[in-house]
C-alpha cells in the first residue's frame, strides 16, 4: 500500500463492525492498517482460535502475511488444517496477536495493567490450494520468523509440500488495541507510599546458537546480527 | 501440592481427553501438573476464546492462579465477562497460554520452528459471586504480574469491587505442550551452505521506569530489582 496514505478516518483504514468495536476502553481501538501491518509483522505466533462441537478452541500457531493475507500453516493432519480443508465454504476462525511491552505497576491494585499492542481478526479461513499461493505463503512463513531466510534456505520439496496444509485468511474485519504510557491513578492514591511505574519487558534475542554440525565456513549471516 | 510427588503416570497427572490428546506431535504433549503450573506462572497474559453468535472469539487478557484455578477479570460490562454472568451454567471457553522460547532455523524451510512452551485449559468459566474468593482473585491477579506486588498497593474499594468482574476456570481438562532443543534436519541437508541454530529470545525486563511523582523517599523496592 506504499504511497496510499493510510489514516483512521480514511477509506485505507478498516471498516469497524459489531465484532471489532470494543464494549469497553473504545479510545485504545484502531483500524488503522499500516498500525495493524506492524503489529502483525512483530509477532512470532499467533493465536488461532475456532469451533470444535460448539466448544471454543485457541491454538498458539506460526503465521506469515502477504499484503492483505494472513497465512496458518501446519500438518496436512492438525486439527483446524484438516477442519478448514474440509469445510464448505470455510473455517470461522478468530486470530489473535498480542504484544506484552510493559508491566504498569500502579499504587492501587485496581490501576494495574500492562502496556500491549494487538490485532484481533475475525474471518473465514480457506484452505490453500493453488500451487503457487502455497509457495509464496511458506516463504512468507519463513521470512516472518527471520526476514530475509527463506531465501537462504532449502525450499520444500514435493513430500514436504504435500505433507503441509495451508490456510489463508484475509484482513478485513480486524481491529488494533494498544495501550502505552505511564500509570492511571486516582489522584487521592498519589501520596500512597508505594512505588509506581512501567517495567519495560526486554525485546529481541540473544546470541545465536549455532548447531555444532554446520558446514565448514558457514558464518553468521548478517541477518542475524543481534542488533 | 508440595509433598506430593507428580509425574505424567501418577494420579496426580490430568487426565488426557479427546480435546486434550493432539493430533500430531503427540511427543510435545504433557499432562504434567507441575509443568502447567510453571507455564502458566511465567506468563502475562493468556488468550481467551470464546463462541459469540456461533463464530470464535479470542482476547489477551490477564490472569492469575490459585491452586487448580485459574481467575480472569476485568471490566462488568466487557463481553466474555459479561456473556458468562449471564450464561447459565456458565461460559464454554478454552484459555491458552504460550511462551515463545527460541527461533529455530533449519537448513531446510520445512524444519523451521520454534521453542516454545503452552498451557491450554479447556472448560466453564463461571462468574465468580462470593467476596472472600473474588478478593483472593484479584490478590492472584496482581500478584501475578509481578510477586509480592498485592501487598504493596492499595487493596480494592468497594466501587472499584464493584466495577471489577472475575470469572474462573478450574484446571481439570488441560495440557502442556514444549518443544526445546536444536534443530532436526534431513540428513542428507546437513551439507549444506546454510547457518542453523537457535536464536533465544531475551526474558524478563529492562530497568523500571518509575513515575515522576512517587511520594517522598519512595526506593524500588527489592521484588522489582532487575536480575
Known sequence: MQGTPETTTGTAAYTPTDRTIPTRSAQKASYDRDLVHAILDEGYVCHLGFVRDGAPVVLPTLYGRVGETLYVHGSTGSRPL???GQ???GLPVCLTVTHVDGLVLARSAFHHSINYRSVVVHGIAYDVTDPQEK???LDALVDHVVPGRAADSRPANKKEL???AVIRLDLNEVSAKTRTGGVNEEPEDLTLPHWAGVLPLR??????LPEADLAPGIELPDYLAVP
Chains 1, 2 share one sequence.
Open 87 to 89: 469445510a464448505d465454504p
Open 82 to 84: 484438516r477442519m478448514t
Open 203 to 208: 525485546k529481541g534475542y540473544d546470541a545465536p
Open 135 to 137: 509457495l509464496t505463503a
Open 162 to 164: 504435500a505433507a503441509t
